[in-house]
Nanobody, 125 residues
């Protein structure tokens, strides 16, 4: 089991910013990719952004230009800087880890083996 602990969620007004963090440790081979996903009430979980240990990044169209995914040099803390937040960004945000290096859809939850418990982000209009 790979620990993943999210923090940094909260409530913010539209146009504001939040920075999420996800602390992890353990086998580096189990976390070659790290991703952020979100799930709003009544909706399916969707991929937001992902990063590989060599810092290759991908973003969902809905957040590109507003959100930035990053990781610390030790590759044990994942971040999601969220700017220009919109009410439709309201969701539970999860970080996830994947052992996959190449191939597959980086923002598909099926690619990820380990999941955190989530942190709530609420954006009010």
């Amino acid at each position: 089991q790979l620990p993943l602990v999210e923090s940094g969620g909260g409530e913010v007004q539209a146009g504001g910013s939040l920075k999420l963090s996800c602390a992890t440790s353990g086998d580096a081979g189990s976390r070659r990719r790290l991703g952020w996903f979100r799930q709003a009430p009544g909706k399916e979980r969707e991929g937001v952004a992902a990063i590989r240990i060599d810092d290759v990044r991908v973003y969902a169209d809905s957040v590109r230009g507003r959100f930035t995914i990053s990781q610390d040099n030790a590759k044990t803390t994942l971040y999601l800087q969220m700017n220009s937040l919109k009410p439709e960004d309201t969701a539970m945000y999860y970080c996830a880890a994947s052992p996959v290096w190449e191939g597959g859809h980086w923002l598909s939850q099926n690619q990820y083996t380990y999941w955190g418990q989530g942190t709530q982000v609420t954006v009010s209009s």
